[in-house]
């Protein structure tokens, strides 16, 4: 999916929810333990009734490889799911990957060829080029770690080298990288006081951003600070929506607190249009 493709689907939805699918088996309806595939059938229900109010799906892979082959075989049919009935719909892969070279490339094609995602969190820390193999994929895009939303966030990323602090010479130098223009950042919301000057670093950069809800972070905080006027932003909520509900009712809850999301984001799309 392109840039532009994405815009076009915030402006139909009015919205930039991104809805994380943080599968825990310990957390879904326990009726769902008796699927063949419980992980399937929890994000079947989840995805079918919060996608008109979403724009992008984010599995995080830690809670699919946690259960080996079968694990990844329910990361695999939900991607499949997601790419055929709602191939609108801009799917994340949020794995936070990063080596160099030829392994990068693994990785890279791991993802955006084998699973067919739209996107890769990945890791910078290795530098250049342990994120351009991943920038070489056309038509996929890298999501950079920059600022996140763990207490942890301040033992590096905020630490100063020379005049500016870490998480500001990522984003400085990544634009420099071969295809950066393919590249988003992870910008939490709990870090939302930053967004003024993440913004003077990376205009126009698509932000996907973790923390609201659960975590603390204030949508309208974010989008004051955070919005650019092709929106710009990917606001992630997974256990405030995903986990409204461990009953019958689990599906029509995450739909529910996905809808209230949405109205609030179609409020601030109206202050950017006005």
Known sequence: MTTAQLIAQIKKKQSFLCVGLDTDVDKIPPHLLKDDDPIFSFNKAIIDATQEYCVAYKPNIAFYEAYGLKGWQSLEKTINYINTHYPEQFTIADAKRGDIGNTSTRYAKAFFDTLDFDALTIAPYMGRDSVEPFLAFQGKHTILLALTSNKGAFDFQTKK??????????????????????????????????????????????????????????????????????????????????????????????????????????????????
Not at 256 to 274: D, I, P, V
């Open 161 to 274: 080298l020379g005049e500016l602090e870490l998480y500001k010479e990522v984003l400085k130098v990544s634009q420099t990288y071969e295809n950066s223009k393919n590249l988003m950042y992870v910008v939490g919301a709990t870090k939302a006081e930053y967004l003024t000057e993440i913004r003077q670093i990376i205009p126009e950069n698509f932000l996907l951003v973790p923390g609201v809800g659960a975590q603390g972070g204030n949508l309208q905080e974010v989008c004051k600070y955070g919005m650019t006027k092709d929106v710009g932003l990917l606001i992630n909520s997974s256990r405030g929506i995903i986990y409204a509900s461990n009953q019958d009712d689990y599906a029509s809850q995450a739909a529910k607190k996905a809808q209230a999301m949405q109205k609030q984001m179609k409020e601030e799309l109206a202050k950017l249009s006005g």
